[in-house]
């Protein structure tokens, strides 16, 4: 599956975005989604996940200001960020895996799929 990532940009602090994750070559709804982020200097870091069954799961960073989201019949995966900080200012990657096990969903490693990114810069 081919991944593409897009709607970053830059965004007062406070402000909103939301990123999307366009899926081509195979239907989604037979994968997790996932999305990471990665600042200068700095590893790769899980953001949010979404199973198949929809059940979603959080960065304590990010709890309660973003959202994750899959729509299966645009194959196509959301990430609502809100209330947003400098410190989210980042790249931020879109990841699939067709198996994923509850312990490893926070795991880079454990996703083959990747979209190239799209930056996201908060300014204070």
């Known amino acids: 599956v081919q991944l593409q990532a897009f709607g970053g940009g830059l965004v007062q602090a406070g402000g909103s975005l939301r990123l999307s994750c366009t899926a081509s070559g195979r239907t989604i709804s037979n994968y997790h989604m996932a999305w990471f982020r990665q600042a200068p200097g700095k590893e790769r870091e899980f953001v949010t996940a979404i199973r198949t069954s929809r059940n979603t799961y959080y960065a304590d960073s990010v709890k309660g200001r973003f959202t994750v989201s899959r729509d299966n019949a645009k194959n196509t995966a959301y990430l609502q960020m809100n209330s947003l900080k400098p410190e989210d200012t980042a790249i931020y990657y879109c990841?699939?895996?067709?198996?994923?096990?509850?312990?490893?969903?926070?795991?880079?490693?454990?996703?083959?799929?990747w979209g190239q990114g799209t930056q996201v810069t908060v300014s204070s």
């Open positions: 990841a699939a895996s067709a198996q994923l096990i509850l312990s490893s969903l926070r795991l880079k490693n454990e996703y083959p799929y």
